[in-house]
């Protein structure tokens, strides 16, 4: 396998990956967005809600605040904490929200106990609040997976697709017509033939393909190589979240190869 980095922001990812399965790829994928476990808010009890909004509502837009740790690994999923299930520290975290209008209930204005847990980004808006209109909210996050509920899905925008080959005839004239269609600049003239330049940014939709004889240009996809695309949802950095979920994937094979041992 040959990994190839492109890209990388706090929150986002970009990679190539060859020599691998598209079964491989998409599961890298998957589990970004279904295995990796982060916290979002779980339970909520409203003291008061004079807002326009329905409790539930309120509760919604809560459950969808991403949430950061400073670590993560200290909180259990609670059907693996040692309390079993029921709650405590070890697989909770309390928060508080109170906000009196008029102004705007931010994401910043929820104050969870633990001083190293807290939203994500500050500036998301939960319900704006007219004069004299408050909200009172106490609830408790955990820590679970997406694929439980999209609130614990800690990865948003996860695709990949094929890299390409993009190849042009000996019979090139240089005319140019595939270049002046191209949406995004790949193909360019070079000592007068057409040439692909930047092939991870095609998007395959082959305009340039229409623009000359037929079989004169090929846009192929490499069948074993890969370019993902990870986004996080802001809980983790995509650097971590990306070797989390190839962590999840590698304890369920050893699973597999456990059992399969005991079968022997
Ligand atoms: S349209 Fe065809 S002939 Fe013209 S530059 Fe492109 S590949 Fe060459
Ligand atoms: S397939 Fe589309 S994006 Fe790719 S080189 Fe051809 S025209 Fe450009
Ligand atoms: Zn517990």
Known sequence: MKFELLQL???????????????????IRRACMSEVPVLAIDDISLYDNTSVLFDEQISLRLGEVPIK??????????????????????????FMLSSEGPGMVYSKDIQFADAGVKPAFDKIPLAVL??????????????HVGKEHTKWQAGTLCGYKNELAIKVAES??????????CPR???????????????????????????????????????????????SCGSLPAKELVGKAAEEILKRAEDLDAKLSELA
């Open 130 to 143: 007219g004069e004299g209109e408050k909200v009172v909210i106490e609830g408790y996050a955990t820590k």
């Open 9 to 27: 922001e706090e929150d986002r990812i970009r990679f190539l990956l060859s020599g691998v399965t598209p079964a491989f790829a998409n599961g």
């Open 172 to 181: 090139c004239d240089g005319c140019g017509k595939c270049v002046e269609v």
């Open 69 to 94: 740790a400073e670590s993560l690994d200290v909180f259990s999923l609670p059907e693996e904490c040692a309390c079993g299930g029921t709650g405590c520290p070890g697989c909770r975290v309390d």
């Open 185 to 231: 600049n790949i193909l360019a003239l070079e000592g007068g033939r057409a040439k692909a330049t930047n092939i991870l940014e095609c998007s395959q939709c082959k305009l340039c393909i229409g623009a000359c004889e037929p079989g004169a240009i090929t846009v192929t996809p490499i069948k074993d190589s890969f370019v993902l695309s990870i986004e």
